[in-house]
């Protein structure tokens, strides 16, 4: 295989909640620049709201570099699967589509995502008696962050007010960040 001589971001696989350890890591090697964007978003758990931050593309960031002279180093960065490629190619990256995700995340290697519930979602109750019990939000109240909520229990769907804390929702951050970006 021939590797192009030229610097260019290549797609880098890690171990899983590795990402930007290895990106860390691998940024320390001379002639290398590393990108891992992640998001940090509240979720409702069983448990109550509790913050993470995970890597925008799971198990995956991008490293600039010159593949005839650091490939080798890269592979056996610590927490590196391997460089992505395809057949006897490495996958490379154009400059504007690294561009484009940094203008996406404001610059920022970790974005604040906001997971928020709207009418018509499907959510499931993390507390109180009614603890496990799914509905289907009716309408956003006024007041301190509350919603009306239509759960089908003893034989009849009932409107209940409950605060949105807890609540537990099926949105997944990364389609939020993806529908943004639209």
Known sequence: MSLPSKPAWYVVHSRPK????????????????????RIRFQKSTRRGKVWFVEALFPSYFFAYFNPAEMLRAVKH???VIRVVGF????ARVDDSVIEQIKAEMADDEV??????????DIVELTEGPMRGLK??????????DRVRVLLEFLGRENAVEVPASKLLTEHQPRVIVAKRGA
């Open 87 to 90: 057949g006897e190619s490495l």
């Open 77 to 79: 960065s610590q927490s």
């Open 18 to 37: 590795c990402e930007h350890i290895a990106a860390s890591l691998m940024a320390g090697l001379e002639g290398v620049q590393t990108y891992c964007p």
């Open 111 to 120: 974005r604040v995502v906001e997971v928020g519930i709207e009418v018509g």
């Open 135 to 144: 509905g289907i939000v009716n309408a956003k109240l006024s007041g301190a």
